[in-house]
Each structure stands twice: as structure tokens, then as C-alpha cells.
């Protein structure tokens, strides 16, 4: 609430004597108001970093950590788990980013007719976005529990997913087109980019809308007069103007959905087989698991350098979006 | 502009159809976009027998003779008793006694880690906000923009450091020191970057003129920032506060891995518990969800102003 209250007359001649004093010498103040936040960063960001640096080159022995130069970046690039992985996080963001991006943009845009009801639809839709993933992960499990899920019925036929007893979250993956590369994905893997979609819908179609809002109804309205019908419109006026906006959605999506690892815990735990295991979940189950911290380290840095990309592209991208502007 | 004015009696516009058309998707969108919690509702107040049907129903209220008539309805809240494991005692206030530990322990943990972190977001942001807001410095725009690319830093690749650290903390033996002092930093330094910016963007909007008067009335200019401007920054505090405190509350991974004590545990690790736990009784594992969901469901349809103020402000610039 902006709230505007009638500043006192002012007695000019104390105010400039004030500002000068305060000119001459440093002000401290905002050095000390900004310090707790620093420290608290650098202990709880920073340093944590550095110190992944230093596990990533070490190794856990029975003696204590020994150097071992770059070997935990060998072998994690030599296990087939860790390959097999990056395919399964290579299909989850490409369905889950695009899904997400084309759903929310078409609920934004139908958002965006600003009828009467608009206001109760953005809340109900938001619901989702306020359940933690973990409680995603269980709404949804429970939806295909082998034989007892609501969907189950639908799901177990036969002829979906082949023999008997099995259901979206046991069937295993069907044998790969691509040598290597997990593709088609499970049934359980599809699923999960269905749960994952459902949640980060309502972020992206909220962060859309803001962006629809501030395209102004004349243009639209000129480009129909022009003869341009709806589809046109959007093609070539709407998503050009909202594009900044999309690429930042794009980039955060990514980012969330490389590193969100709770759903993943309540929906599949990476079954069947390893079908669902994303490179997050791997990372768990290489250092939590395996105890090899070592190595998790290896790999959540180079985890970590994706991300450190994706943000300087966000950050180029807005800052290009304010420059525009 | 589409068609000339419709009179009364003419056909629909062309506007007025795409108005229904498109309310007809919206409520089509809502309906998918609920069914998975209506039917968690639905589950949790089944009974056992009625969770395990083969094949699976809708509503419990078929009959021998009828598919649904609803005098026949099994409504039940034998999923709630099972999380909440009530028992009478005479010496508990109210005759009975809770001793499911998702309320006793894992929400009570949860509430917390929710609020001091909470507090301590809305504390240091606010005072950090205010000085990035208001003052030029040297290294201002570096330091800015090292806190914005902080902001993607995800937690779990720090976690393993995190963890690591933790260790070493316990090990030293430092008197009144427990894990939940470690989470509760973790989570503020987690959540802290982004709050940063969009506590600045609050104040940015709060005219200095007002701090400028207080000033020259004699208050120093940490009683202008705690007895004008943060009164005035209020709302935007609240907004930071609540979708802090929702994060913290659904956060499950830093809980679940930083906290060695299953006592100190969160409810999100309670909740992940109780999967491993029922696997076949999908109405205990509703029930958990709507208890643990809930609050966070009731505190957004009453604040969602709020909500929606910091997502736009803190998303614009993340």
C-alpha cells in the first residue's frame, strides 16, 4: 500500500547545512546495514563453493581424503549411470520446459481477457504452485498406485504397458532407438514431467500474464484492424513483444527444473530401474548413497557451471529487457 | 474492434463468443489443474477397504444394487486418526493425547524453521534493501550484482559442502549449538539474495522526501529507517516474510540431509517418511497431505496479494 503523507515544511537552511556535513565525511551506515547480509552469503554460498572445489579433486579413504587430481571428473564421465543420466535429464527438461512454457502461455493469454471471473481462476490455478513437491510427488503417486490409483484403471491395460501388475510408475523403459541414449523414456519418467509441469504451471502462466499485461490493447487492436486474424496477432506481435519475458521463464524453468529433486523423491526414487534417475537425484545417490562424496562433488560442480550459464543468460537477458525499456 | 453494437435481440458478437469460449477453457484448465487435489481430499476421508477396491472408486458410496447413492456414502477419518494417533489420557488437557510425531514433532520443527528464518530474512534484507535503495557507494553495482547471481545458485549443489560443513560444526562441540541453528542459517542464507532485491524494489517505491523530513526533525538516520520507512515498507516486508516462510515450509532436501536427529527433522522429511511407511494406505498418506499442506493453502488464499506482489517483483529481477 502506497500511502502518501503531507511531508513537513521544510527549514531549508538546516537542510543543506545537514547534507553538506554529511557529504564531507564517509557514511558508513549502508556499509554496516549491508554486512550481516554479506556474511551470511559468504558462509552460506560462497564458501560452500570453494569447498565443493576442493572435495571435487579428493577422495575419501580409509586413511582420510587424499588428492586425487581430476580422477572423480574420469570417472564420472566413464560410467554408463552418469551418461544415461544426462539423457533422462536431457528428456525431463525438454518436455517439462516446453509443456510448461506453451500451456502457461495459452492460460496466460486466455488470462488476459480480463473478464470478471479472472481473479478466481489465477487464484485456484495458483494452488498448485503453493504444495511443496514432495506432497506433488504423493498427490500424484497416489493418482496411479499399481491397482488402487484412480488412474490406474485407465493406465493398466495390457496392451499400454505390456504384462499384468504393472502401471505407469513399474513399467521399465522400452528398449532405446539411439544406441545409448535413454529415449523412448518410461512411462514413470513421462509421468514425472507430467507431475512437474502441473506444479511449475502456475509460476510461469503469473510471470506470463504480467508480460501480456504490459502490451498495450492499441497494438493488438491495430494489427486486427490490418486484417491480421488472432493466430498472426500472436505470432507476430504478441510473443515478439513478451519474448524477453519467455526467455527469462525458459531459463528459470531450467534452472528448477535441473535442480528440483524433491519430486523425484516422492514420485519414483529414480525407478524403475534407474528410468527417472535426473542428474539431481544422481548426485543424491552418489553422495548420500554411495557415500562418495568425492565424487558428488565432481559432479555438482559441473551441475553448478550449467546453472552459473543459464544465470548469466537470464542476466544478459533482462538487462536487455531494462535497456529496451 | 470487431462488430457494430449487438441489440438485444441479435446474435452473440463475435467478442462476446470468444468470452465464453474462453471461459469454458479457464474452467476446463481449473478443473484438470484441481482434480489431483480433490481427489487426494476425496482419499483421505476413504476407509481402508475402500482405498484398496479393485477396481478403484470415486466416491465410496456405491451399494450392492446402486453405483451411487449417497445415504450409502463411507465417509471416514480413520487416515487423519492414523497420522494424528490420538489417545485418551487422563492428565492431557483436553482428555486425549497426541502422539502421531507429525504433530508433535516434524510441524512443530517445521513452524520453526519457517518463522525464525522468516524473521531473519525480513531483518536482514530489509536493512540491506534499505541501504542499496537509498545510498551510492563504491562497489555498489558489483556487490548488487554478485547478489543477483547468487540467486541461482541452487541449493543443491552447495549442499554436499553444506553437509560437510555441518559435520565439522558438530564435531567441535560448540555449547548450544544444534543442527537446527545450521538449518536455519542455511535456509537464510538460501532465500536471503533474492529477498534482497525485492525488499530494494519496496523501498525504491517509498518516496525519500518522507525519510529527508525526519531527518531534519532530528531523528538520526537509523530512527528515520526503523520509525518511518520500515512502518511505510510494511507490506513488502509481509510479502518477503510469507513467501519466505513458504519456502522454508516446503523445502524438503537441506531438512532432510542436514539435520541428523529425526526429531529436529521438518515435516516435509515426516512427510517423505510416512511414503516409505504406507505404501499401500494411500488414505494415511492423503490425510498427511492435506495436514501439512493446508495451512500453507489457507495462508495464500489470505495473503495472495501479497504473494503475487513479491513472485512479480522478485521474478522480474531473477
Known amino acids: 500500500m502506497e500511502q502518501t503523507v503531507p511531508a513537513p515544511l521544510r527549514d531549508d537552511s538546516s537542510a543543506s547545512t545537514r547534507t553538506k556535513r554529511k557529504r564531507r565525511r564517509i557514511d558508513w551506515l549502508p556499509f554496516w546495514l549491508i554486512l550481516p547480509t554479506v556474511l551470511v552469503l559468504l558462509a552460506i554460498q560462497v564458501y560452500p563453493v570453494f569447498y565443493t572445489l ?54 496466460a493469454l486466455l488470462l488476459n481477457r480480463k473478464s470478471r471471473l479472472s481473479g478466481a481462476y489465477i487464484t485456484l490455478l495458483f494452488i498448485p504452485w503453493i504444495l511443496a513437491d514432495i506432497i506433488a510427488g504423493a498427490v500424484f503417486r497416489l493418482l496411479v498406485l499399481p491397482d488402487y490409483g484412480l488412474f490406474s484403471g485407465i493406465l493398466q491395460q495390457p496392451g499400454i504397458f505390456g504384462p499384468n501388475g504393472l502401471s505407469v ?22 509421468y514425472l514431467i507430467l507431475a ?54 525458459l531459463f528459470s524453468l531450467t534452472l528448477g527444473g535441473m535442480n528440483g529433486v524433491g519430486m523425484v523423491f516422492a514420485l519414483t526414487a529414480g525407478g524403475p530401474g534407474n528410468s527417472t534417475e535426473v542428474l539431481s537425484y544422481l548426485l543424491y545417490s552418489i553422495g548420500w548413497s554411495a557415500l562418495d562424496f568425492g565424487r558428488a562433488a565432481a559432479l555438482a560442480l559441473m551441475i553448478a557451471v550449467v546453472n552459473l550459464l543459464l544465470i548469466a543468460g537470464t542476466m544478459r537477458v533482462t538487462r536487455l529487457q531494462q535497456r529496451s525499456e | 474492434m470487431t462488430t457494430a453494437a449487438s441489440g438485444p435481440n441479435r446474435a452473440p ?28 481430499i476425496l482419499i483421505s476421508f476413504k476407509r481402508e477397504e475402500d482405498v484398496t477396491r479393485k477396481p478403484p472408486v470415486i466416491f465410496p458410496c456405491d451399494t450392492a444394487t446402486s453405483g451411487f447413492d449417497i445415504t450409502a456414502c463411507r465417509w471416514s477419518t480413520e487416515g487423519y486418526e492414523r497420522v494424528i494417533l490420538a489417545q485418551p489420557s487422563e492428565s492431557a488437557p483436553f482428555g486425549f493425547q497426541i502422539r502421531g510425531r507429525m ?69 567441535s562441540g560448540i555449547p548450544i549449538y544444534d543442527d537446527r541453528i545450521f538449518l536455519m542459517l542455511t535456509y537464510t542464507g538460501f532465500f536471503l539474495p533474492l529477498s534482497v532485491w525485492i525488499a530494494k524494489g519496496f523501498f525504491d517505491a517509498i518516496p525519500r522526501e518522507l525519510e529527508e523530513a525526519a531527518l ?70 492423503a490425510a498427511a497431505s492435506i495436514i501439512i499442506a493446508l495451512p500453507m493453502v489457507v495462508v495464500f488464499l489470505l495473503a495472495r496479494r501479497s504473494f503475487f506482489r513479491a513472485m ?6 531473477g
Open chain 1, 54 to 107: 576442493v572435495l571435487s579433486v579428493q577422495e575419501r579413504k580409509p586413511s582420510g581424503w587424499v588428492y586425487v587430481g581430476l580422477r572423480n571428473f574420469e570417472r564420472l564421465f566413464n560410467a554408463s549411470a552418469v551418461r544415461e543420466s544426462v539423457g533422462h535429464t536431457l528428456i525431463f527438461l525438454v518436455g517439462y520446459v516446453v509443456l510448461t512454457l506453451t500451456l502457461g502461455f495459452i492460460i
Open chain 1, 169 to 190: 510408475l513399474t513399467a521399465p523403459a522400452p528398449k532405446p532407438w539411439f544406441g545409448e541414449f535413454p529415449f523412448p523414456p518410461s512411462p514413470a519418467l513421462i
Open chain 1, 196 to 249: 512437474s509441469v502441473w506444479r511449475a504451471l502456475p509460476f510461469v502462466t503469473i510471470l506470463l500474464l504480467a508480460a501480456l499485461q504490459t502490451v498495450s490493447n492499441e497494438v493488438i487492436e491495430s494489427s486486427r484492424i490490418d486484417g491480421a486474424n488472432a493466430l498472426q496477432t500472436i505470432r507476430h506481435i504478441t510473443i515478439p513483444l513478451i519474448l524477453p519475458t519467455m526467455v527469462v521463464a
Open chain 2, 13 to 40: 458478437t463475435r467478442k462476446q463468443r470468444e468470452g465464453f469460449l474462453a471461459n469454458a477453457a479457464l474452467t476446463l484448465i481449473v478443473f484438470f489443474a484441481l482434480l489431483p487435489i480433490v481427489t487426494t
Open chain 2, 103 to 171: 504433530l508433535t514433532t516434524y510441524l512443530p520443527n517445521t513452524v520453526l524453521y519457517a518463522s525464525v528464518t522468516g524473521l531473519l530474512v525480513v531483518l536482514l534484507a530489509s536493512l540491506s534493501g534499505y541501504a542499496f535503495s537509498r545510498y551510492q557507494f563504491r562497489g555498489k553495482m558489483l556487490l548488487m550484482t554478485g547478489i543477483l547471481a547468487i540467486t541461482g545458485v541452487p541449493l543443491l549443489t552447495n549442499l554436499l559442502a553444506l553437509y560437510q560443513m555441518g559435520i565439522t560444526i558438530r564435531k
Open chain 2, 216 to 285: 531534519i526533525d532530528g531523528l538520526s538516520p537509523l530512527g528515520s529507517l526503523f520509525r518511518i520507512t520500515l512502518p511505510l515498507a510494511m507490506p513488502g516486508m509481509l510479502s518477503i516474510f510469507l513467501l519466505t516462510f513458504v519456502n522454508v515450509w516446503n523445502e524438503f532436501i537441506a531438512g532432510y540431509l542436514l539435520v541428523s536427529k529425526n526429531e529436529l527433522k521438518p515435516a516435509m522429511f515426516g512427510m517423505y517418511d510416512f511414503l516409505g511407511q504406507n505404501i499401500i494406505n494411500a488414505q494415511v498418506i
Open chain 2, 312 to 317: 512479480v517483483e522478485g521474478a522480474i529481477k
